[in-house]
């Protein structure tokens, strides 16, 4: 395939949130998650590097309209209300379920949002995590924000706050790595949550990308998030 022009000649630079494991993460300095690799899959594929810049979350979206990066790539969900002046969404490529990951010892008496009077849910600011923790939260439930997924699992398991709102593909795999943890409230959003990427209006970058998702996206779940390309191929 052709060479595709992007910011930097070659390169193919992507805007990331560095604690979203195991969607996009920074580990050491090193870009990880299956949205990195999935787009090392798609770079590969048209002779271009992968360099990563990290961002806060809120409003990564916005940053191609700014010609900051060629693309935001931190599981985003293409909400209306994020619909930016000089941005464009790719294919959907991932459909999620909204849930909570709570104490195992408390999963027994915290299984719906409804059982979270007086209780204190931690979520990222501006994600659908927090869009959907504040329509559904009952009146007496607290909403505290962590710009970092460790940290609210350290306040979590430390028993500071009672649940982390997340997407399931993160839930599990954060349930999965902390044996006193377990993931309950899974439901879908009244419109489907599904992840985009979101670029430049301008570039040329969408289609190819489009056409690489209609092909690799049934395998998206399957990417590993801590390897290199060179290691997995779709």
């Not at 464009?88 to 010892?105: C, N």
């Not at 204190?120 to 329509?135: F, M, N």
Request: glycine fraction near 8%; include cysteine; charge should be negative.
């Amino acid at each position: 395939m052709g060479r595709l022009d992007t910011l930097a000649p070659g390169i193919l630079t992507v805007g990331a949130y560095a604690a979203f494991a195991p969607v996009t993460w920074n580990e050491g300095g090193t870009a990880r998650g299956k949205d990195i690799e999935f787009l090392r899959g798609f770079a590969r594929a048209h002779g271009l590097e992968v360099k990563v810049h990290f961002f806060e979350f809120d409003r990564i979206w916005e940053r191609p309209g700014r010609g900051e990066i060629d693309i935001a790539a931190a599981g985003i969900a293409p909400w209306d209300a994020r619909r930016t002046p000089g941005v464009i969404w790719s294919t959907p490529y991932h459909t999620v379920q909204r849930s909570l990951v709570v104490r195992a010892a408390d999963e027994p008496l915290l299984r719906t949002m409804a059982d979270f009077g007086g209780r204190t849910i931690s979520v990222t600011r501006g994600s659908t995590a927090d869009l959907d923790t504040s329509r559904r939260k009952p009146g007496t439930a607290k909403v505290v924000f962590f710009e970092r997924q460790e940290d609210a699992i350290r306040d979590l398991l430390a028993c500071r706050i009672d649940a982390f709102g997340t997407g399931d593909i993160c839930s599990h795999h954060v349930a999965a790595q902390n044996v006193g943890l377990a993931v309950t409230d899974i439901h879908e959003m009244k419109d489907p949550e599904h992840f985009a990427f979101a670029l430049p209006e301008s570039s040329e970058l969408a289609a190819s990308l489009d056409g690489f998702i209609r092909q690799n996206a049934v395998r998206y779940p399957t990417v590993s998030p801590t390897c290199d390309w060179t290691d997995y191929q779709i």
